[in-house]
């Protein structure tokens, strides 16, 4: 595996031949407490409901990035490539194989964020990890890879596409108009209401403008924040967002027989004084949220092609059916 930096876009791939997997699959989970398998435990949480944990997280059995060593980047003509050096660490969300995060209690879940949390805040203490990636995906349409309730989270040497798109819209926003796009998003949202799904304390989901995909829902801090571990590690500040995140997943699971979701926050700045004042204004114009983007199984052939995102149910429509499903 190595990474390839398209010339074009300037976004990393990582690409390479993979062995067929060796073996026949398990039938048995992995990250069940009873499994006894030995797995490389980095970190773990302290129960909240007399299980052995509540969250934990695991180096991923066959991860696509490597610890050791220096990314090596080099150049091949106007070709960049680099080694798959950084993180890759299963969170193991609950315990128990059927607490999902749309059927735990909120004191788990608050675990599992404060554990997503205390990861983003210890891997950007390796300096050669400019962005640190936590995600989920769920459903047989989503790319899931284990049974069991689980979120990945990885350390990569550069800022994923997405993310970097995001980071210098937020910037040229604050330059032009000194205030965070994301703000004033969620200011005209909670005025207009048309969009909106639910809010919750200090936090609020709703539906984007100009969803990729129908029923896409994004929740984030209604005040200002651009780290999200920041707020993870604050007793008690995610104990209404893990309630909303909650909600949310389970209005979209009686949609949706899937979905990825994905956690945007500020990338590692550390480097800051050394990157010709790149992110000198992140603590400002930047905004952590969490992106839910679900996977309509009948609806999938009208947006797999993905030049321009179609969608067939607006934001207000999707939000105005999600308002009036169950939560639990
Ligand atoms: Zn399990
Ligand atoms: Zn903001
Ligand atoms: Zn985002």
Aim: net charge neutral; hydrophobic share 35%.
């Amino acid at each position: 595996m190595e990474l390839r930096k398209d010339p074009i876009t300037r976004s990393w791939v990582i690409c390479g031949d993979e062995p067929e997997p060796a073996g026949s699959p398990t039938s048995f989970c992995p990250f069940c407490p009873e499994s006894g398998l030995p797995l490389q435990v980095v970190a773990t949480s302290p129960t909240v409901n007399g299980s052995p944990w509540s969250a934990r997280a695991v180096v991923h059995p066959r991860p696509l990035y490597g610890i050791d060593g220096e990314p090596g980047r080099s150049g091949n003509g106007l070709y960049d490539t680099m080694r798959p050096v950084g993180a890759h660490e299963v969170i193991v969300e609950n315990a128990r194989h059927d607490r999902h995060l749309w059927n735990a209690d909120d004191r788990e879940i608050e675990e599992y964020l404060a554990l997503c949390g205390q990861r983003i805040q210890d891997l950007k203490g390796d300096l050669r990890f400019k962005y640190i990636s936590v995600f989920k995906n769920y459903g047989s349409m989503s790319g899931q890879e284990f049974d069991h309730p689980t979120s990945e989270i990885v350390a990569t040497t550069f800022v994923p596409r997405r993310v970097l798109y995001e980071l210098r819209a937020a910037r040229e926003h604050y330059r032009v108009k000194e205030r965070c796009v994301f703000c004033d998003i969620l200011h005209q949202e909670q005025e207009q209401k048309l969009r909106m799904v639910e809010v919750r304390g200090e936090y609020m989901a709703g539906c984007p403008y100009a969803p990729r995909v129908p029923y896409e829902t994004w929740i984030a801090p209604r005040n200002h924040e651009a780290y999200f571990e920041r707020t993870a590690m604050k007793s008690g500040a995610m104990r209404d967002f893990a309630a909303l995140l909650r909600r949310t997943l389970f209005r979209i699971r009686t949609i949706a027989d899937g979905f990825h979701m994905v956690l945007h926050t500020s990338p590692n700045t550390v480097h800051r004084s050394e990157t010709l004042g790149f992110w000198k204004t992140i603590e400002d114009d930047y905004h952590w949220h969490m992106e839910i983007l679900p996977i309509l199984g009948t609806k999938a052939k009208s947006y797999t092609f993905k030049e321009v995102y179609y969608s067939p149910v607006s934001s207000e429509t999707a939000a105005a059916i999600l308002r009036e499903r169950p939560t639990e």
